[in-house]
Each structure stands twice: as structure tokens, then as C-alpha cells.
């Protein structure tokens, strides 16, 4: 409880999915990965919390061409697999600080949806597909689309994340510090077909898909960290240096 008017009535740590998701459905539901954006959210409600720890639903596997990614994985256990591409690992790490990432998961990441996310912009440009289950259904989603309609989670569960495997990425960022969230950063994924997916955080109210040649049609909001004319120029430099890391701009 953080005040008068907050209020946990319920915790309930399920072991099966099937009861985890008639929790997560009950209006007062509230999903917990790693409870690190939950717990820091002053709810003005009561709500019961569904801890998703005893799912079993933390591995990382490879599977033909592609990974699959648990929805409880911590940020640290992506940085500290060898199966996960370096580009993510390091865009893992930016996420927050070991404290942090020892406990956040990429669900919650991904439910949590911070638009300066830098996971989220490279599993944007690796075309990552998110994995939903509701009580009888199972759907699999676009990334792009769940951060666009919040409706494809709400009241369901992320399981996994699916990331298909590509030939060449890059990810480039300019942030107050090394260590602090990029300002703007560009991600760019070269598939061996040779289409080539680019997203930019930082210029958009989320992670954004972008087609390199329609740069101006952005049109980001400054606030304290960067103007919005910044936050263009930023964006113009980021995407061609990522660009340029994979080897060229044919657009998927
Ligand atoms: C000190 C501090 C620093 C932070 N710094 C950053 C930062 O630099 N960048 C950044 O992006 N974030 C930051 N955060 C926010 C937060 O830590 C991250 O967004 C984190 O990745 C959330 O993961 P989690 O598992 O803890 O999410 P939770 O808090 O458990 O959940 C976040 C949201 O997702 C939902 N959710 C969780 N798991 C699932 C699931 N499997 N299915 C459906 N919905 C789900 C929850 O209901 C909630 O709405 C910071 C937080 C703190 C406290």
C-alpha cells in the first residue's frame, strides 16, 4: 500500500496458466512481472496482484531461425545470454540499472510500453512477435501493433516474445550519459533477404517504425532532455549511422 487510497486486496501467485489468466481477467487484475514499474505506479484503485513468477515462463530457447523469449526473463538474463544477439543484450543493459534489471522482465517491458525503451526499439526493428493468452484464446501479435492498441494485452497475459534471427543490426543512441536512457536511438535490422527494418525511440509518444527517406514526416515533442528540432536532427544522424552499420537503406 503507498497512501490512504491505495490498495492491494489481493496477491495471488498462480502456478498454471489457465489461473493466472482467470485472475488476470478479473477487472481488478493487475499483472506483475518484475513489479518494478507496478510497485512504482501510485494505483488509485483496489486491484489484486497476479505475480507471474511460478510460471515457468523465464527461458530463452532458439528455434529455427528465430528465438523464443519467456515473458518472465529479467533484462539481466537477456544480457547474460549468449544465445541472444549482442545488439539486444547491450540495449538490455541500457534499459535500467543492474538493480533494476534483475527483477524487470521483458513482459513487463513490453506492457509497460516506456517510450524511451531501448529494448523495445531493437525487438521493433528485429520484428519481434508477441505471444497473448486469455482465458481460451491464444493470439500472436505484431509488436508494432500491441504498442499501438494497449487492447491486444489488456486483460490477457504476454507469454513469450518470438524474434526472428537477422542477418545484421545496429543500434546507434545519444543519451545525457552513456548509462542514461538515449534522448533519440535507431535500430536497424538487416534481414538476409536483404530487406532492412529501422525503429527510433524518442520521437513518438512509443518506439516507432520508420521509413528512412520520410525522416521530416516525424514530428517529436521536446521537453527537458531535447527540443523537438533536436530530437529531428538527432534522429536524421541516428538512423543513417545505423544504416550504415548493416550496409545500406533497401526498405522492408
Ligand atoms: C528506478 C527505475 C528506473 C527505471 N528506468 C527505466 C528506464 O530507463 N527505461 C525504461 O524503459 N523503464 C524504466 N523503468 C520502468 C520499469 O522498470 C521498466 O519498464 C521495466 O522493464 C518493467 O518491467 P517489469 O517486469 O518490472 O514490469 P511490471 O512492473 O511488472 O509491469 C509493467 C506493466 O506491464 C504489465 N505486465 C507485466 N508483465 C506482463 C505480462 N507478462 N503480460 C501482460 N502484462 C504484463 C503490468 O501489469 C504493468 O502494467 C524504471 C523503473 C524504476 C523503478
Partial sequence: MKGDEDMITGYFRPRTLDEALALAARTDGVVVG????????PDRRPVVAVDLQALGLDGIHEEPGRLRVGAT?????????????????????????STIRNAATVGGTIGGG???SPLLTGLLAYGAIVGVARVGSKARHPLDAVLDDRGLIEGGIITDVT??????????GTGRTPMD???VMAVACREAGGTVRVAVSGVATRPVLVDPEQLARLDPRGDFRGSAAFRSHLADVLVARALAGVGGSERA
Fill in 34 to 41: 518484475g513489479g518494478t514499474a507496478v510497485n512504482a505506479r
Fill in 73 to 97: 526473463a529479467r533484462l539481466q538474463d537477456i544480457v547474460d545470454s549468449d544465445l541472444v544477439p549482442d545488439v539486444l543484450r547491450s540495449l538490455a543493459r541500457l534499459e535500467a540499472p
Fill in 114 to 116: 516506456d517510450p524511451d
Fill in 163 to 172: 524474434i526472428p534471427l537477422v542477418e545484421r543490426a545496429g543500434a546507434h
Fill in 181 to 183: 536512457s538515449p534522448i
